[in-house]
Nanobody, 124 residues
Framework: QVHVVDSGGDLVHPGGSLRLSCTVS????????IAWFRQAPRKEREAVGC????????LYADSVNGRASISRDATKNTVYLQMSNLKPEDTAVYYC?????????????????WGQGTQVTVSS
């Protein structure tokens, strides 16, 4: 059975950085597409980025403006979301999602398996 666990959220100051983790069981991260979404208060859930199973290319939303990087560590069955130059607008609950498509898309409907969410707060 597939399980997705996202973690690593914290309180950070503007301009800081943070790395979120997505650990999966029931499949290998190098066979599934993995995506990150986020939902801020009073806003709809939006995509952050994703990584495909093959050849592992990444795709990012315009909202993160080059400040996000997604990577895969197959030995740990984990995908990471590295965020830098964080802004108050990045405050949200971040979700990891997965499905067995070779090429990822920034569409919620593609992903069948979701983590519980982890809170990121950017504040002075």
């Amino acid at each position: 059975q597939v399980h997705v666990v996202d973690s690593g959220g914290d309180l950070v100051h503007p301009g800081g950085s943070l790395r979120l983790s997505c650990t999966v069981s029931g499949f290998n991260v190098d066979t599934y597409a993995i995506a990150w979404f986020r939902q801020a208060p009073r806003k709809e859930r939006e995509a952050v980025g994703c990584i495909g199973s093959h050849p592992g290319k990444t795709l990012y939303a315009d909202s993160v403006n080059g400040r996000a990087s997604i990577s895969r560590d197959a030995t740990k069955n984990t995908v990471y979301l590295q965020m830098s130059n964080l802004k108050p607008e990045d405050t949200a609950v971040y979700y990891c999602a997965a499905d067995n498509f070779p090429y990822c898309q920034l569409l919620e409907g593609q992903y069948a398996y979701w983590g519980q969410g982890t809170q990121v707060t950017v504040s002075s």
